[in-house]
């Protein structure tokens, strides 16, 4: 018996004990017993943040949307805005949305979950979440049956009735009604506050998180006077039990939540993008790029490359300039855990003029010198920033050609770093390709493996844009045959998957080959659903023996 006679199975039945129940809870009663889960929540999205639950399977499943709505961020909100299914696994939770996963675990039971969008009139708008306890428990889930229940749900919500003015009766469920609440609310704080509609829920939404509550607790008691607006601001409204020291300090503020997960200080020798993909140590080997898009993202980056040649006996050489950051560089080395005092007192530490890094004989000059004081290998890095003072823009790029041929005939490794607000369009694509195999993001990697290019990290709308160029600069660099290492992806969405598309298609046309290795499960099934797979010239292909 597949997934679609089990749904229908278990609505007939429904219907055979004169269930009284609005159809939106008999639906999303029969989608658990026909795809086997621990919960599951059938929910509209009017917009972003105007999230409408219409009926949960459970109350752990109930909790489990209301503490997503909390966050204003999780895998059903993208679900339905990217009309994508989203296998959810713990591991992608506690990634892409580290405080919705948080609240999960610490509240309830629950681990992972598959976020369904529904098609037909539904499409764009509604959704349907199913919950386990695994925490791979959307990952057992066959694809095709749980779209196919999606499809069986969304239909039987089609075929209701609709008025041709105002709102379907069947949208008045229990949970609705509550969640309505949520919107009153916000109405009085507005009111009270003299604030806009997102800074309201903003304020609610902060309240909850800093007191461990739900939005639609806060809600209540906006509604039934037990709390003021006024006590949103500053004030926690009631007592909370307070974590251990370290679970508090992982937490971020509420309010305007982002996807991204905070940069964490590395041990030495430790990758910049924190639990995303730990790199290998010799991922920071070679001729690699610092793409950074904040400061400190600069110094955790800059800290786990001298790490490395730190621990390898290198001599490594920094580059500083007059204007540069107002921290001085040994502060930042010795914040991230390096013992600079060592270093230098060893000479395996050196900071010098900007000055004698940027003429191309000023480089060689100081590898040279370094190699006959007896170390192994050099260390070389400078800020892009810096160029500009020393160097023509001309003279910048010979100055990298030069590195690049130093990394290849001396025992030399060299991170070039580039702000990434100040590097795209074409200066993005020149020097992505000057640093194919070495790049480094906060949350994508790349390396090479003498057979193409490895990709490691999240790949999504944050780098889409660096996604494209690393894929214009592999196909220009493949024969017949762009090769993509997708093992270390563990996020690609549908965004990125157009982009591979878009990026690729001359190179295909022309008769080359895209081979897609080895993608993990999730992202396998993102390829599969975009029929990325079915492109000419497009291939998905296990890793060989």
């Known amino acids: 018996m597949d997934a679609s006679e089990r749904f229908a199975m278990a609505l007939n039945a429904a219907r055979c004990r004169g269930d009284k129940d609005l159809l939106p809870d008999r639906l999303v009663r029969a989608a658990a017993v026909a795809l086997p889960a621990d919960g599951a929540g059938l929910s509209v999205h009017d917009a972003p943040d105007l999230r409408t639950p219409l009926a949960a399977s459970s109350e752990i499943a109930a909790t489990a949307e209301r503490l997503e709505f909390t966050t204003g961020c999780g895998p059903c909100l993208t679900a339905t805005e990217w009309e994508l299914p989203i296998f959810a696994t713990e591991g992608l939770l506690a990634r892409r949305w580290p405080i919705f996963h948080d609240l999960l675990v610490t509240r309830t039971a629950l681990r992972s979950l598959l976020a369904l969008p529904l098609p037909g009139r539904l499409r764009g708008i509604g959704a349907i979440d199913l919950y386990y306890r695994d925490p791979a428990g959307p990952l057992a889930m066959d694809g095709d049956e749980a779209r196919s229940v999606a499809g069986l749900v969304a239909e039987q919500l089609g075929a209701a009735d609709w008025p041709d003015t105002g709102a379907p009766p069947w949208l008045a469920t229990q949970a609705a009604r509550r969640r309505g609440r949520v919107w009153t609310a916000v109405g009085m704080v507005i009111a009270a506050l003299q604030v806009s ?15 461990e509550r739900t939005v639609d607790d806060l809600a209540d008691d906006l509604l039934e006077r037990r709390l003021a607006p006024a006590e949103l601001r500053g004030h926690s409204p009631r007592p909370a039990t307070r974590r251990a020291p370290q679970e508090r300090e992982a937490r971020a503020p509420m309010g305007r939540t982002t996807d991204r997960q905070p940069v964490r200080r590395p041990r030495r020798g430790a990758r910049m993008v924190g639990s995303v993909y730990p790199d290998p140590p010799a991922a920071w080997d070679g001729h690699v790029l610092l793409l950074h898009s904040s400061e400190q993202e600069r110094r955790a980056g800059l800290a786990a490359w001298v790490g490395r040649g730190l621990e390898l006996g290198e ?8 204007d540069g950051p107002e921290e001085p560089l040994f502060t930042v ?31 060689h000059v100081v ?13 070389l890095t400078a800020d892009a920033r810096a160029a500009p003072s020393v160097l023509s823009p001309a003279g910048y790029r010979d100055s990298e050609r030069r590195m690049e041929e130093l990394v290849r005939t001396r025992p030399v490794s060299v991170m070039c770093q580039y702000a990434r607000s100040t590097t795209t369009g074409a200066e993005l694509e020149d020097v992505v390709a000057a640093h194919l195999t070495g790049v480094h993001q906060w949350n994508l990697a790349t390396g090479g493996n003498g057979d193409g290019l490895v990709l490691r990290g999240e790949i999504d709308t944050a780098n889409a844009d660096v996604f494209a160029a690393l894929l214009s600069a592999g196909d220009r660099a493949a024969s017949r045959a762009l090769r993509l290492d997708l093992t270390g992806v563990t996020y690609l969405d549908a965004g990125a998957g157009r982009r591979l598309d878009d990026a690729t298609r001359r190179f295909r046309a022309a008769g080359g080959q895209v081979m897609l290795v080895a993608p993990q499960p999730p992202v396998e099934r993102t390829l599969q659903l975009l029929e990325l797979d079915n492109l000419p010239g497009m291939h998905l292909v296990g890793r060989e023996p």
């Open 367 to 379: 590898v040279e010198r370094a190699l006959a004081e007896g170390f192994p290998a050099v260390r």
């Open 333 to 363: 080395l010795e914040a991230a855990g390096v013992d600079v005092a060592t270093a230098v007192r060893d000479g395996r530490l050196v900071v010098v003029p900007v000055q004698q890094l940027c003429p191309p004989q000023g480089q």
């Open 197 to 211: 509609t997102v800074d309201g829920l903003a304020l609610l939404r902060g309240a909850a998180y800093a007191t």
């Open 315 to 322: 001599k490594v050489i920094c580059a500083e300039w007059p």
